[in-house]
């Protein structure tokens, strides 16, 4: 017994000092949208590869992920802007592998200080059966004028677990979605860096299984999934998009391109991928989708990568293509878009383009 014990404390020392565990991704438990970020919380993120992190993140009194208070605030305290810019999506909204200043919210941010207030309610590993909660007890309190939405591969995926343990009402959406629970003891256990290392593969080692034998995408050993737009996740972005306009706002729809596509090695053909079947549903069902796809292949044909090679997530690049696009499209919400420069933007935007 004395020997299993020091042999775990030997690995979550090992962890901590690695950087992988909790410190780079903190999360609670929450009983409506499964599990949120920490309130006035900051940490130095962490990635195991190396190729990200070493710069802070900070999530403010309601848990949104924001420039920090040690920050210069792009609004001044007090300032009413005459209009609000909302931004929903999971780790890709978020978008915590860069510096707050450097993601597509911070530049939104900068480039409508003088139309728009800018929120982020990016949370990693959300997807639409939890939007659907998020906007009705959240977002839609705020009452903003647009909701900007980025959806990515494993939304269907995830939806399918969220709404496993989800309480919903007549009409059968979901009104929660619970997270685990366990009390006290199991919220520690969380913050084991072990327990988290350990569940990952745990996670890891299921997809596979589920997956074998099926040829995957995959980029510097990460697969990116393309499923079909199937299950429940459509009736959600539907529902979302009715719940939206009801409330005077309008809802604009995203979807991450497909990495593989850009960076792949071309092993396996690409005839349609999770982007175009997001594109596709929204225009049969008359929602506004902006498309990401273009200008992110423009800029790869410059030779500028848009993800990071050992994690899936855009990098400074494909946020500032990504806030570029959106300036671009919406105008008067970002005044001071033409502030999202550069060569990369250059590239995705050659002029006389549209995004």
């Known amino acids: 017994?004395?020997?299993?014990?020091?042999?775990?404390?030997?690995?979550?020392?090992?962890?901590?000092?690695?950087?992988?565990?909790?410190?780079?991704?903190?999360?609670?438990?929450?009983?409506?949208?499964?599990?949120?970020?920490?309130?006035?919380?900051?940490?130095?993120?962490?990635?195991?590869?190396?190729?990200?992190?070493?710069?802070?993140?900070?999530?403010?009194?309601?848990?949104?992920?924001?420039?920090?208070?040690?920050?210069?605030?792009?609004?001044?305290?007090?300032?009413?802007?005459?209009?609000?810019?909302?931004?929903?999506?999971?780790?890709?909204?978020?978008?915590?592998?860069?510096?707050?200043?450097?993601?597509?919210?911070?530049?939104?941010?900068?480039?409508?200080?003088?139309?728009?207030?800018?929120?982020?309610?990016?949370?990693?590993?959300?997807?639409?059966?939890?939007?659907?909660?998020?906007?009705?007890?959240?977002?839609?309190?705020?009452?903003?004028?647009?909701?900007?939405?980025?959806?990515?591969?494993?939304?269907?995926?995830?939806?399918?677990?969220?709404?496993?343990?989800?309480?919903?009402?007549?009409?059968?959406?979901?009104?929660?979605?619970?997270?685990?629970?366990?009390?006290?003891?199991?919220?520690?256990?969380?913050?084991?860096?072990?327990?988290?290392?350990?569940?990952?593969?745990?996670?890891?080692?299921?997809?596979?299984?589920?997956?074998?034998g099926q040829k995957q995408w995959t980029v510097g050993g990460v697969v990116e999934e393309n499923p079909d737009f199937t299950g429940e996740t459509p009736a959600l972005v539907r529902e979302l998009d009715r719940r939206v306009a009801a409330a005077g706002s309008r809802l604009v729809v995203m979807s991450v391109p497909s990495r593989y596509r850009l960076m792949g090695d071309g092993s396996i053909p690409v005839d349609h991928d999770f982007h175009q079947t997001v594109k596709e549903f929204t225009a049969a069902g008359g929602i506004a989708f902006l498309d990401l796809r273009v200008p992110f292949e423009r800029a790869a044909r410059a030779g500028v990568p848009l993800f990071w090679q050992r994690d899936i997530h855009f990098n400074e690049a494909g946020n500032r293509v990504v806030a570029a696009a959106i300036a671009r499209s919406y105008p008067p919400f970002f005044t001071k878009g033409a502030e999202i420069d550069g060569p990369i933007v250059t590239a995705a935007f050659p002029a006389g383009s549209t995004p």
């Open 1 to 212: 017994m004395l020997g299993l014990a020091g042999a775990a404390l030997a690995t979550e020392v090992g962890l901590r000092i690695a950087g992988m565990g909790y410190g780079s991704s903190p999360m609670e438990s929450d009983p409506y949208l499964h599990h949120v970020h920490p309130k006035n919380y900051r940490f130095v993120e962490h990635h195991p590869s190396g190729e990200l992190g070493g710069f802070e993140i900070e999530y403010n009194a309601e848990g949104r992920a924001f420039r920090g208070r040690g920050a210069t605030p792009v609004v001044p305290p007090g300032t009413t802007l005459p209009c609000r810019i909302a931004l929903m999506g999971d780790s890709f909204t978020e978008a915590g592998q860069v510096p707050f200043e450097d993601s597509f919210a911070g530049l939104l941010e900068s480039a409508a200080r003088d139309s728009c207030e800018v929120r982020n309610y990016g949370t990693r590993s959300y997807s639409p059966s939890i939007y659907l909660v998020q906007w009705t007890r959240d977002v839609q309190l705020w009452k903003p004028d647009a909701v900007f939405l980025l959806l990515f591969g494993n939304d269907v995926r995830e939806d399918v677990t969220y709404l496993q343990n989800a309480t919903r009402d007549e009409r059968g959406f979901p009104t929660a979605v619970h997270g685990p629970g366990g009390g006290w003891l199991f919220a520690q256990l969380r913050k084991l860096y072990t327990a988290r290392v350990a569940r990952a593969m745990y996670m890891q080692a299921e997809w596979a299984w589920h997956h074998r």
